[in-house]
């Protein structure tokens, strides 16, 4: 079975730019998860759906991060405008369903904003 | 609040020695609860996880955790380390809230491998 893929690998933009990060789940996955990952906060959770509704979008977050899933096999995360702050790997995560189940983690969309 | 507590930043261990890593999760209820690994360049790939039963869980690649309801710990184990195993190790609890399930996970601890 293919794994979570992560497109592009790398990102680079400059401020006030829009981005788009993609991700394709593990086929047959109820639960995606976008998180943030840098080494000062660690990992940091951005959004979070089940059978494509949205069921958490970060808080903090909300106001420049938008993540969409427009069908069960394919999300995106957008970056609207981006900051420097925003440097960081973005990673993609799902599961079948359920809090108890593994999370499967794609390689991550290293962004990097000048 | 839970949160899940990862003391060692980092740690070195000398090839073929043994390794502990520790964790430390705060929890109301029955904890599930993961060890993930991370090589560079990679995503997360999970390496053990306990669901409530055996105290002591086996993973991939010869690592051991042990749980402990009395100390609140999940400590990852290896006998033997080896190269390979230069990587960077997050500790993970899932629980129930408000209908959803969330994962909580520790700051990571990196390990380095020396000959």
């Known amino acids: 079975d293919a794994g979570v893929t992560q497109t592009p690998r790398h990102e680079v933009a400059e401020k006030g730019q829009t981005i788009i990060l993609k991700c394709e789940p593990v086929?047959?996955?109820?639960?995606l998860f976008w998180y943030r990952q840098t080494k000062i906060q660690g990992l940091e959770l951005l959004s979070y759906?089940?059978?494509?509704?949205?069921?958490?979008d970060g808080g903090a977050f909300k106001d420049r991060f938008k993540a969409e899933m427009l069908n069960s096999s394919f999300s995106t995360l957008k970056i609207q405008p981006t900051e420097p702050k925003d440097s960081a790997v973005y990673l993609c995560?799902?599961?079948?369903?359920?809090?108890?189940?593994?999370?499967?983690f794609g390689s991550g969309t290293r962004l990097t904003v000048l | 609040a839970q949160s899940v507590t990862q003391p060692d930043a980092r740690v070195t261990v000398s090839e073929g020695a043994s390794l502990q890593l520790r964790c430390k999760y705060s929890?109301?209820?029955?904890?599930?609860l993961f060890w993930y690994v991370q090589y560079p360049r990679q995503g997360l790939q999970l390496l053990l996880k306990?669901?409530?039963?055996?105290?002591v869980v086996q993973g991939v690649n010869g690592f051991e955790a042990e749980f402990s309801k009395s100390n609140s710990s999940f400590h990852l184990r290896k006998a033997s380390v080896h190269w390979s195993d230069w990587a960077v190790y997050f500790c993970?609890?899932?629980?129930?809230?408000?209908?959803?399930?969330?994962?909580?996970f520790g700051a990571g601890t990196r390990l380095k491998v020396i000959a």
């Open positions: 306990y669901y409530p039963g055996d105290p």
């Open positions: 086929s047959g996955h109820n639960d």
């Open positions: 993970a609890v899932t629980h129930f809230n408000t209908g959803n399930y969330k994962y909580v």
């Open positions: 929890y109301f209820g029955t904890p599930y």
């Open positions: 759906f089940r059978s494509k509704s949205l069921m958490e």
């Open positions: 995560a799902s599961s079948r369903t359920g809090g108890t189940e593994t999370l499967y």
